[in-house]
């Protein structure tokens, strides 16, 4: 049996955010150093720091957030997507053929290639999907979700028509995973958002299992984690 792999960005300090949003922080609201009778600490972040999903209340104030979504929304079979290292925007071309019973997309990236999570500061020139990939991928009817190595799903270059396109069409957006330690192939994937009501985006853990005991990378084999 294949072991689960953690894809989930930890949250920390020195994680990158996006420009204008606040550093993720941890601080004591009691502290037995300093004489309370408990540790508890206080968090401060934005929901769409490190691994988090959004549903289409992020653009539509009348649309849906992933607490309103059931449970196992996003435990489906996913396909991950490794792209050439020298591409920093993913077109319609870099979508591939799936089979159906293939629910999701997790592209890997330039951004794992070039560790960008191991950089505090926000990578301006990362790796995401321009408007004809999310075209493509909408175009799919069994793509229920979809995944990026970095903080956006949306390259630089790209109009807002690649958030909008596809939430609109139901495809659930997975933004801030950790793919260095995966390669390309089918996994199952256990994706959990944190049960916060009314809001747009929530953080979440993400775990995938082989489906095989070999993934095929490059025309050569590799064996699964």
Same mark, same amino acid.
């Given at each position: ?37 408990? /540790? #508890? $600490?206080?968090?401060?972040?934005? =929901? *769409? ?11 539509? @104030? ?67 999907? /321009? #408007? $004809?990939?999310?075209?493509?991928? =909408? *175009? ?11 903080? @956006? ?73």
């Amino acid at each position: 049996m294949n072991s689960w792999i953690d894809v989930s960005v930890p949250l920390n300090r020195d994680l990158p955010v996006w420009p204008g949003n606040p550093r993720f922080s941890a601080t004591w609201a009691r502290s037995i150093a300093r004489g309370d009778p408990t /540790n #508890d $600490s206080l968090l401060t972040f934005d =929901v *769409h720091t490190g691994t988090h999903v959004e549903g289409l209340m992020h653009v539509d @104030s009348n649309g849906t957030g992933p607490s309103q979504w059931p449970v196992d929304a996003l435990v489906m079979d996913v396909q991950v997507v490794e792209v050439p290292p020298a591409l920093r925007v993913l077109s319609e071309a870099e979508v591939p053929h799936t089979a159906s019973s293939v629910k999701g997309l997790l592209f890997k990236t330039a951004n794992s290639f070039r560790n960008l999570w191991d950089n505090p500061q926000f990578e301006d020139n990362y790796c995401a999907l /321009n #408007d $004809s990939a999310a075209e493509a991928i =909408v *175009h799919k009817p069994s793509i229920e979700a979809i995944g990026i190595d970095y903080l @956006s799903v949306q390259s630089r270059e790209a109009t807002h028509a690649v958030h909008h396109d596809l939430l609109r069409n139901s495809v659930a957006v997975i933004e801030g995973l950790d793919l260095r330690s995966v390669y390309e192939g089918v996994y199952e994937m256990v994706c959990l958002p944190i049960l916060i009501q009314d809001i747009e985006a929530a953080p979440c853990r993400v775990m995938l299992r082989a489906k095989s005991q070999a993934s095929v990378i490059a025309g050569r084999e590799v064996k699964s984690a």
